[in-house]
């Protein structure tokens, strides 16, 4: 097996709010070489570093928009979300757990901060990511994977090095519980210090690293720190990452699509065509409805 190895490490940009209760760093697809193709099927990363949220007797969050042409995968690191959507559905994502949301042919949405953490307020620690879905499913059936975090299948490492939580696709014989359309792996591995895990994917996997605490060192000579992404480069399968300190690392990959991407704002489609009509069928009503 042949050492993959990091092709750059990105600093978190400028944070921006996503309505009033996200304060996210865009990792993908904004700058650093990348476009939605380089990480595809991971189309857009937003990460909510940790942030203090005063109280706030209303809960703070994004009002109602609509997805098409993809899946969106909320992970809570820290606070809680609650979401509804136009088929009636809605939850809250609490510490640890993961959101699987197949928009697919549409779904109207709206997430906040939950009501009652809203109250206290406090650390809030979250990713959002947008996986692209293959043409032949872009217009499937909506539908949502609530994983809680007693759900996760966790791998423990030899040595006491930690532990690796798989949320979609395997490390070594653990497997993960969501089902995804393409293949895609996404680990939460959560090393003490000086603890090291070895991952290995297909050469051809787009895969990257986002560090959510501590720091770590790739392959013995790239350091990581907090709040930074590694996007590892297309030329070996295995890289090796060691925790200089007690780190939490959102670990992405999966086959590339090898498909057009036509995007606009919450849509994802193949074409500009698909996009008119996506511009169209909300404007008509189609999405459904979903009180703000
Ligand atoms: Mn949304």
């Known amino acids: 097996m042949k050492t993959r190895t990091v092709e750059l490490v990105a600093a978190?940009?400028?944070?921006?709010?996503?309505?009033?209760?996200?304060?996210?760093?865009?990792?993908?697809p904004s700058g650093y070489r990348m476009d939605m193709?380089?990480?595809?099927?991971?189309?857009l990363l937003d990460?909510?570093?940790?942030?203090?949220?005063?109280?706030?007797?209303?809960?703070?969050g994004v009002g109602v928009h609509p997805h098409r042409g993809f899946e969106?995968?909320?992970?809570?690191?820290k606070g809680r979300v609650a979401h509804h959507d136009s088929s009636g559905g809605g939850g809250v994502i609490g510490e640890g757990d993961v959101q699987w949301m197949t928009a697919a042919s549409g779904v109207l949405h709206k997430e906040y901060h939950e009501e009652e953490w809203s109250k206290t307020g406090g650390d809030f620690q979250m990713v959002q990511l947008w996986v692209n879905l293959p043409k032949k499913d872009k217009m499937s059936a909506p539908k949502y994977q609530a994983i809680k975090n007693s759900d996760i299948a966790r791998h423990q490492l030899a040595?006491?090095?930690?532990?690796?939580?798989?949320?979609?696709?395997?490390?070594?014989?653990?497997?993960?519980v969501a089902a995804t359309f393409t293949p895609i792996h996404m680990f939460n591995a959560k090393l003490n210090k000086g603890g090291k895990a070895t991952f290995s994917f297909p050469v051809h996997y787009n895969?990257?690293?986002?560090?959510?605490e501590g720091d770590i060192m790739i392959n013995g000579e790239e350091e990581v720190p907090t709040d930074h992404m590694a996007l590892m480069a297309n030329d070996g399968e295995t890289f090796k990452i060691e925790a200089s300190d007690t780190a939490v690392v959102l670990v992405l990959s999966g086959a590339p699509l090898n498909e057009p991407i036509a995007a606009h704002g919450p849509f994802v489609m193949n074409t500009r065509e698909e996009l008119k009509e996506a511009f169209e069928d909300f404007n008509n009503?189609?999405?459904?409805?979903?009180e703000d």
Do not use: C
């Open 12 to 28: 978190p940009r400028e944070p921006h709010f996503v309505g009033d209760g996200f304060r996210v760093h865009n990792f993908i």
């Open 37 to 43: 193709q380089r990480m595809n099927p991971f189309i």
């Open 47 to 60: 990460y909510n570093a940790t942030y203090k949220f005063p109280p706030s007797p209303t809960p703070k």
């Open 72 to 77: 969106t995968v909320t992970i809570a690191y």
């Open 159 to 176: 040595n006491n090095a930690g532990h690796i939580e798989v949320i979609a696709g395997a490390f070594e014989d653990t497997k993960g």
């Open 207 to 212: 895969t990257a690293l986002l560090v959510l």
């Open 285 to 290: 009503g189609k999405f459904g409805y979903l």
